[in-house]
C-alpha cells in the first residue's frame, strides 16, 4: 500500500486546511472489471464531519483529527451507493497536519485507522484496519486516479464522473507539461 497526505485547499502552513488521505491499495488481477485496474485501487479521502449528514462536509483543521476522512462521493456498490472512511484511532501524540512532520511523527508512532464503508446515510461499518509505519511507503510525488483506478466490485457514478474528471484529466498530465501552460 501506498499513501499520499496533503493539506487540500493548499492554505499557508498553521492554517486549518482540509486534509486529505489517499489509499493506493494492490488489487489482485481477479480484482479488475472490464480491464479498467492496473492492479491497483486509489482510494480519495478528505476530513469530514461524523454524522449522517457532516459526513458529506469538508472539514478545516490545524491538527490531523480524531474525526474520519470520507470519501465524500459514492461509489456505485453491488447493492447500490456506497460510501467509504478512515477513522483514525487515538494517538499519544498529535499528528501535525504539515505532510513534512506528519511523515516524521508516523515514523516516531504508528498512525492506525480503521476503514469502513456505509450506504449515504447508514451507520459505518468497519471492514479492515491499516496501520501507517516507518515502512509505508509515502507517494509524495504520484498521481491518484480514483477514476481510472476503482476498488474492485464498485464502479463510480455518472454524474461523480463529470464533477471530477476535469480536474482529473489536467492531474494526469505530466508537471512539466502543466508548468508550461
Not at 56 to 65: D, E
Request: aromatic letters at 10%; one cysteine or more; a positive charge.
Amino acid at each position: 500500500m501506498r499513501v499520499r497526505f496533503s493539506r487540500s485547499a493548499g492554505l499557508p502552513h498553521g492554517w486549518p486546511d482540509i486534509l486529505g488521505l489517499a489509499l493506493r491499495c494492490p488489487v489482485p488481477p481477479s480484482g479488475q472489471i472490464d480491464g479498467r485496474s492496473d492492479g491497483r485501487a486509489d482510494i480519495l479521502l478528505a476530513t469530514a464531519g461524523s454524522g449522517r449528514l457532516s459526513r458529506f462536509a469538508p472539514t478545516l483543521h490545524r491538527y490531523v483529527p480524531e474525526s474520519p476522512f470520507t470519501s465524500f462521493m459514492p461509489y456505485r456498490g453491488l447493492k447500490g451507493p456506497v460510501l467509504l472512511a478512515a477513522h483514525p484511532e487515538p494517538r499519544a501524540e498529535r499528528l501535525p497536519a504539515r505532510p513534512d512532520r506528519f511523515r516524521a511523527s508516523v515514523t516516531a508512532e504508528p498512525w492506525r485507522l480503521g476503514l469502513s464503508w456505509a450506504t449515504p446515510l447508514g451507520p459505518w461499518r468497519r471492514f479492515a484496519t491499516v496501520e501507517l509505519s516507518p515502512g509505508v511507503p509515502f507517494g509524495d510525488d504520484e498521481r491518484f486516479d480514483p477514476l481510472l483506478n476503482v476498488p474492485a466490485g464498485a464502479e463510480n457514478y455518472d454524474w461523480t464522473c463529470r464533477l471530477r474528471e476535469p480536474s482529473y484529466s489536467l492531474a494526469r498530465k505530466p508537471r512539466e507539461e502543466l508548468r508550461a501552460t
